[in-house]
């Protein structure tokens, strides 16, 4: 966490000690109010640009591999998983049935299976847990 915050605090001593700077530029008039603004601007930009991505987490590299310990730990069976995949696309109980080959009545068994073994109330829950859990990309 300092990492992040000590660049950040020295930015903003470096942007204070420059907008005191111009401050005293505008005072002598030697530069127009306006290029102040936009330095300014500018600088504050380029500031929050910096943080952002310094501080937003990156998708990991390469494929995506499941995590088969959890499966295993959850006591999820492949065809629960292939639900839990289709889930994660968003289909709808009979699409679900039409595309694995079974009847609506075993995808509501699994989807609430699914629910009981990641112990979530809703599709949302489930795939977040998913996600979380490292299940689903």
């Known amino acids: 966490m300092m990492r992040v915050m000590l660049p950040y605090g020295a930015a ?47 998708a990991a590299i390469g494929p995506f591999e499941r995590n088969e310990r959890a499966i295993a730990a959850l006591g999820m069976s492949p065809r629960e998983v ?11 109980n009979k699409v679900i049935a039409r595309r694995l080959g079974i009847s609506p009545n075993t995808v509501k ?6 629910f009981e073994k990641l112990e979530v109330q809703s599709r949302t829950q489930a795939i977040a847990r998913a996600r979380l859990l490292g299940l689903l990309p």
């Open 12 to 58: 903003l001593a470096a942007l204070a000690l420059l907008v005191e700077w111009m401050d005293w530029h505008n005072a002598t008039r030697a530069w127009s109010t306006s290029l102040y603004v936009v330095c300014v601007a500018l600088l504050f930009a380029g500031l929050g640009i910096w943080l952002g991505n310094r501080l937003t987490p990156r």
């Open 82 to 92: 292939e639900v839990l995949d289709q889930l994660a696309l968003g289909h709808a």
């Open 109 to 114: 068994t699994h989807v609430a299976r699914l």
